[in-house]
């Protein structure tokens, strides 16, 4: 008995200190974290709970040559508050509530609402995520010891469409996903900043005031080579002719063939990179770097050069075409727009004959013909600064099939980009020196100091000098009244270029829709600008004379019109076997006297007085060189007729404006240029035919003015 409650107390004795030990060793684990290591593991907790988030950096500006910004960031800022901040009151709360309620559509207790409903302890509490600059500088007034202000950028496109190809967009992350701002978007994006902020057992970031930061560092701005006042007149003007031709879509590239700087680069249809969403993804594709066509006719550049100086052919050598257009080459029709007949070489080129140019090749080794295209770019990429640019595609030699030299020649079997294009004629009309095509002029940091410079970069000598010398002529007339391009021309301005015109290959086939297309160069003597016109599937025709060629002649009158720098000399020296006779009825007497001389056509005055009265031969008819025509003047103090008003000042008027008030007067009315009119002929108040044509010319000095234009 005595042994079993002496068993029986002394494991109740064991049970109680296991008992008594359990709080002692929590007593003592206590002191151990409060009194030991308290101060270390306070600090360990201070590590855990302190994080940093990133400070987005202001991305830099895209601008154009003459520094126009094209792209930049529109500055919006996220308000929060801290409502345990030391000094901040119930007061304070409400002032700022007040001024974000009075810059947006909520009132001052929404705000205050958002406060009271946050999570208790909540030292970060977003008020509002984007406002604006006058609600910033109102709140920043508060000097609120809760107010916590941070900086947000969005990226703004300056012009909207304008030059939307080349500039890209951006993506939701401010990533650049398209253009420069994906190319260069290493540049332009800088360098992020840091801010200290503490993580909440739930993992909450709560921004605390006053806590340490790293400033963000400003990305780097880009200064391209596009001139947007080229730019708006290359757009204005492709997006007219496709309208006009009814094409699905259309490409056009500016180059200055000297120095290879693009100065355009237009796609239609475009969309608007500050919504690029709101466009189909088709629209966003750069086609003049990604797009692989075959050329068509504006390749036999590559022909003639390739025969030339292989010495193949001999400028006054006839070649015999059949009488039908049509001929059989290795089972295989080859056809010409036109049965063309018998034709010199230059006559080859001018009229496009796609039979005579493939007998040319034929004379050409393969090996000879495929060094030719690649030595004038072909099959490589131009590395012109834009993302996603294709290389083509010009198959060797030992791919090619008995066809593929007659094909190639004409420009099928071989698949170019149009930048590859306007790079080939760019050294054709760069006496044969080959320039790479750059986009980007130079890259500056945030101080405005030039860290980077793309400078003009010769490839190679792509043609002999004096290839080009005895080619260019023949370029010139593909741009006559003789030749495929007679729409591309310019008055009293040189032009060389080629049309050309190529089957679409789809789905394994050729289908019976067409891509037409214009390379050419101004002033050919001495080339300032080199253009290319693409249009996709034209309705109006297929022939890219008639369709692309109009819309080059646009551009480059008005480029010359734009162009301050350039002096076009003397009118071209060459009498026409005759003229159309103009109209002098209703002129002054001096002003018809000018303009005869000008036309250099003889005359002879009958009859005293300052007013035309009549003319021989009559408005519209034809002269011969040597032939006069007869004035005859009013009397002395005869006025005008009705028919006889007082041209207008329009000068410093907008264009439209002026067109406006001068075809309301009863003018016709010619522009050159663009922006607000700098000058007018004839001259303010002098009396004029109405029905007549008086030339503006704009002063171009704004890119807003050039817009409103519509010319």
């Known amino acids: 008995m005595d042994n079993a409650r002496t068993y029986i107390l002394g494991r109740m004795f064991i049970i109680f200190g296991l008992v008594m030990i359990l709080p002692v060793a929590i007593i003592l684990q206590l002191l151990r974290i409060q009194v030991l290591e308290g101060d270390n593991l306070r600090e360990l907790w201070n ?34 508050v801290d409502p345990h901040a030391p000094g901040i009151t119930r007061d304070d709360l409400r002032d700022i509530a007040a001024i974000l309620g009075n810059h947006s559509q909520n009132d001052a207790a929404y705000y205050l609402n958002r406060v009271d409903q946050a999570s208790p302890g909540s030292r970060y509490v977003v008020l509002a995520r984007r406002v604006g600059f006058d609600a910033h500088q109102e709140l920043n007034m508060l000097e609120s010891p809760g107010l916590i202000i941070e900086e947000q950028y969005r990226r703004q496109y300056s012009y909207e469409s304008l030059a939307a190809h080349v500039l890209g967009f951006m993506n939701y992350e401010y990533q650049g996903m398209s253009g420069l701002e994906a190319s260069y978007n290493h540049y332009l994006k800088g360098e992020d900043g840091l801010q200290q902020v503490r993580r909440d057992r739930t993992n909450q970031i709560r921004e605390v005031v006053g806590a340490p930061r790293k400033q963000p560092k400003q990305g780097n701005n880009i200064v391209t080579t596009i001139d947007a006042d080229i730019q708006a007149i290359v757009e204005e003007e492709l997006e007219k002719g496709i309208e006009q031709t009814s094409s699905k879509r259309g ?77 059989l080459i290795h089972g295989q029709t080859m056809r010409d727009h036109d049965p063309l007949g018998s034709l010199t070489f230059p006559e080859v080129i001018q009229k496009s004959s796609n039979i005579a140019t493939s007998e040319i090749a034929m004379r050409l080794e393969p090996d000879v013909l495929y060094q030719y295209s690649r030595n004038l770019g072909f099959g490589t990429r131009t590395n012109v600064g834009l993302p996603n640019e294709e290389t083509g ?15 190639l020649s004409i420009g099928y079997e071989v698949q170019v980009t149009p930048i590859q294009l306007i790079q080939a004629y760019g050294a054709f009309a760069n006496d044969g020196v080959m320039m790479r095509p750059y986009i980007v002029d130079r890259i500056l940091d945030e101080r405005g100091e030039v860290i980077d410079r793309n400078r003009p970069k010769k490839i190679r000598q792509a043609i002999r000098p004096e290839t080009v010398e005895k080619l260019r002529p023949v370029f010139e007339g593909v741009v006559s009244d003789s030749g495929t391009a007679e729409y591309a021309s310019v008055e009293y301005l040189n032009v060389a270029g080629k049309t050309g015109t190529a089957q679409k290959f789809e789905d394994g086939s050729y289908q019976a829709r067409y891509r037409a297309s214009f390379v050419g160069f101004f002033p050919s003597e001495d080339a300032r600008y080199v253009t290319l016109i693409l249009l996709d599937e034209p309705q109006l025709s297929f022939y890219g004379g008639f369709t692309a060629g109009p819309i080059f002649s646009r551009i480059a009158e008005r480029l010359i019109g734009l162009d301050k720098d350039w002096n076009p000399g003397p009118e071209p020296d060459y009498e026409p076997s005759e003229r159309f006779v103009p109209k002098l009825a209703g002129m002054p007497s001096g002003e018809a006297s000018e303009i005869l001389q000008r036309l250099n056509v003889n005359y002879s005055i009958e009859g005293n007085g300052r007013w035309v009265a009549g003319q021989i031969p009559e408005p519209g ?32 008027m907008s264009m439209r404006r002026a067109i406006h008030l001068l075809r309301k007067s009863g003018y016709d009315v010619q522009v050159i240029g663009s922006g607000t009119v700098g000058s007018q002929y004839p001259e303010k108040s002098t009396p004029y035919s109405r029905g007549r044509t008086v030339t503006i010319r704009g002063r171009t000095a704004e890119l807003t003015g050039l817009i409103e234009t519509g010319s």
């Not at 991305?59 to 520094?67: L, S, W």
């Open 393 to 407: 595609n010009l198959r060797r030699p030992y791919q090619w099939s008995q066809v593929t030299r007659p094909w």
């Open 621 to 652: 008819e034809t002269i011969r060189p040597g032939q006069s025509i007869v004035v005859r003047l009013a009397g002395i103090d005869a006025e005008p007729d009705e028919k006889v008003g007082r041209v207008p000042d329009v000068t410093g």
């Open 251 to 327: 490409v056009a590239i500016v180059m200055n063939p000297k120095t290879g700087e693009v100065k355009a680069m237009a796609n239609y249809p475009t969309f608007d990179p500050n919504r690029p969403a709101s466009s189909p993804g088709e629209n966003r594709r750069n086609f003049a770097v990604s797009d692989e066509i075959e050329p068509g006719s504006t390749y036999k550049l590559v022909t003639s050069v390739a025969a030339w100086e292989e010495g193949v052919v001999g400028f006054d050598e006839v070649f015999e075409t059949p009488e039908s257009g049509v001929k």
């Open 47 to 80: 590590r855990q709970a302190i994080d940093f988030i990133s400070i987005p950096a202001e991305r830099g500006a895209i601008k154009d040559r003459h520094g126009r910004v094209l792209a930049t960031n529109q500055v919006t800022y996220r308000i929060a």
